[in-house]
Every structure is written in structure tokens, then in C-alpha cells.
């Protein structure tokens, strides 16, 4: 199965930054001068941001277009399934979730429709609220769509660790002593472990969801599912 535009966007938007910011050549030793780590740092903070953008808007839209296919055939599916548990959790995602607890409803007379429309929308507060790639982010935007058993535990390590890495340079100022920025580290990182986790998580959305194929990318705004 193809990959989405968005995925495609993003990949060519990282070769971009790694062109316009990263040395051409990287020095074995380490030694770059002031503004060649700042072009780095600036390099790593924005494709974090890069990579922020496409999970909100992956999620997003699968989430959409996976509501939208239950309201229409009352199918059910792993998404609303999952944004039914999830939201009965109080949205308290995490690794060692094992059971749920006892769902009491408080209004019996709404449908199944209504409220599976209703759990979309506090589905919104999950991305308008997120700030970074780590775990605990991925988590909270991976698991309402019902494909977290998708996602490997090593896989999301290395998301932790970007996201350590953006946090790290985000609040520590260039002069303090013992930060040290390694651009080829960085990109082979990104190379090697990043862009492979994010190009087998996109394709088997789009195995599930195949009109994430033909989504409008740039009309979407990730947080504004309707309340419909």
C-alpha cells in the first residue's frame, strides 16, 4: 500500500531542512563553529515541529474519516471502540492500562451515534493539547485511533528520545557547558529509526483507512473534528 501525501510532504520537507541547515559535509571530530550549531539546533527544533504536524494530522483525519464510516453504516470499528474505552478512561492512556473500569452512562437515551460523535470531539482537547513527540505524547494521539498495537514499544523509544533531544536544546542556552549537538548523529538517527517508523505507521493506517489517500492535507486542521 502507497504512503499518504502527508507523509510524502513531510519526507520531502526534512530532506529540505537537512539541506538548508546541516553542514554539507560533517567533520568527524565534532568541531563546528557558532553558527553551524545554531543552524543545527534550528535544524533539530524544526523537524520535531515536522514531525509534531504529522501525527496530529494523521490522527486526526483517520480518527474523521473512521467516525464518519460507523455514522454512516453503524459498522463498528477499532477507532470508535477505542474512542469509547479511552474516553470512559478520562483519556488516561498509557502502557501499563491493562483493565477498564466500570462505564455507567448518564444519559441512556442518547444513541450510539450521538455519543461516538461526542467522544470525537473531546478528541480534539488530546491534539489541540499536545506539545511534543515523546511517549506520553504519542500515547494520548495514537491510542483513541485503536492502532497503538501498531505501534512497537522500541519504536516509540526512539520518539522519546527526539523528543528528550528537542526539550533538551528548547530550554538550555548554546553557552552552557557540556552541550554538545552531533549533526550526523541527528540525521542518521532521523534517517534510520524515525522515517522508517513513521512511513510503516502511515501505510498501515492507509491499510485500514484507504481515503487517508485521498485527503485534502492542507485544508485540514489537526483538533476540529465536528460536532455533528
Known sequence: MANTTLYNNLQARLSEL???LLPEEFDDLGNYDNKELDMVKGYMLLVHSEIEYYFESI???FVDLQVNEFRTSY????CTMALLAYSKLEWDISLEQTTLPSIQSSSLSQTLKTIITKMAKEYNAIINGNHGVKEKNLLKL???TGTLDSFPVDELANFDTLGSERGRLAHISGRHI?????PKTQLSNLNNNILPSLKEFDKRLVDIEDKLLEAEWNAIKPGSLPAI
Open 75 to 78: 459498522e463498528p470499528n477499532l
Open 18 to 20: 537537512r539541506i538548508n
Open 142 to 144: 495514537i491510542a483513541p
Open 59 to 61: 490522527c486526526h483525519k
Open 178 to 182: 557540556g552541550i554538545q549537538i552531533d
